[in-house]
């Protein structure tokens, strides 16, 4: 691990205002993901901006009877909240299902939503990655695939999004709340939040330098039947080969994204039409413009075996 700076900081203006005049410089709260990049020195930060003592560790109700989940929420504890489960009940399954209860006891709903690819030619720095150093071209193709992106993907990268959490977010609509380096705020929908790989997936998201979430907004509860499913090869502490959130209402209809296919949860609003009709129909709505390897072709008919089996369960 290279050497490094430390602060704490005393507001989320301060923290932005830091982060943006220091090029090296990243935030840190629970660390799960950072920590093991830099001791790979994948991440090599020069500053070190601990967020923890800002006070945004809670969930509130909004006025418009929607839930405002602070960005230092632990996963465990926003997995558990009372309200979540009753109301947003995908998102507390998607966070069961992801990493182990000791990494869930640290991880926080922003970190959550910005870690990184666990692609192994990411994680070997032996290897040319482009999103790892930019311009060295992606060994995952025409390697070793199957765990990667079938659609959204590009000639420079195929890599998928890791969080299981961030499949429920952008099921649900939720929005990020930032604060900029200027102390201005905005407030992001998950489904800007995250890129595409295009020409630079070194840039994973849409925030700029020094731009801090703050918190995580759900919508007021749409009912329905809520159901994360997750396949993966073994039963615990894995991450998804695909994964489907969905929430299906009694008539039918509903909203579905999945994760393990993309570098960020995929949904697509003719998928979510298709729902009533059948699981090959919103599949194929889904997976238009699939550009998959030998390796993980098995994928486009994993997402429409799931979908049906999640459809099926949601009918009883």
């Not at 960005?71 to 558990?80: E, I, M, Q």
């Not at 869930?104 to 990411?122: D, E, I, V």
């Not at 590009?154 to 890599?159: M, V």
Request: with cysteine; aromatic share 4%; glycine share 10%.
């Amino acid at each position: 691990m290279r050497p490094f700076t430390y602060e704490r900081a005393s507001s989320v203006e301060a923290a932005a205002k830091a982060a943006a005049s220091n090029s090296g410089a990243k935030f840190i709260a629970g660390g799960t993901n950072l920590l093991d990049l830099m001791k790979l020195e994948i991440e090599t930060p020069t500053h070190l901006i601990d967020v923890n003592g800002l006070g945004l560790d809670t969930i509130d109700a909004t006025p418009e009877g929607g839930l405002r989940i602070g960005a230092l929420v632990r996963n465990t504890d926003l997995a558990a909240h009372a309200i979540v489960r009753r109301d947003y009940g995908l998102l507390s399954r998607a966070l069961v299902a992801g990493a182990s209860g000791q990494l869930r006891n640290k991880a926080t709903t922003a970190g959550n939503l910005l870690q990184r690819t666990r692609c192994p030619y990411f994680y070997d720095t032996n290897q040319p990655c482009n999103k790892r150093q930019p311009g060295s071209g992606c060994s995952a193709i025409g390697g070793f695939s199957r765990q990667h992106a079938v659609v959204g993907v590009s000639d420079s990268c195929i890599a998928t999004h890791p969080s299981d959490m961030a499949v429920a977010m952008r099921t649900l609509d939720a929005v990020a709340e930032t604060v900029k380096a200027d102390g201005s705020r905005r407030s992001i929908p998950i489904a800007d939040l995250h890129r595409l790989p295009g020409t630079t997936p070194q840039i994973e998201t849409g925030l700029e330098s020094g731009e801090f979430i703050t918190a995580v907004v759900l919508p007021p509860p749409i009912g329905g039947k809520h159901i994360y499913r997750k396949v993966r090869d073994r039963a615990s502490y894995a991450f998804a080969i695909i994964s489907v959130g969905a929430v299906l209402q009694p008539d039918g209809t509903g909203c579905v994204a999945i994760g393990g296919i993309a570098h960020k949860p995929w949904r697509v609003a003719a998928a979510d039409a298709a729902l009533q009709n059948s699981a090959r129909e919103a599949a194929g709505a889904l997976l238009v413009d699939a550009r998959p390897t030998d390796a993980n072709r098995f994928k486009i008919d994993l997402v429409e075996r799931t979908l049906g089996a999640v459809i099926a369960e949601a009918r009883g």
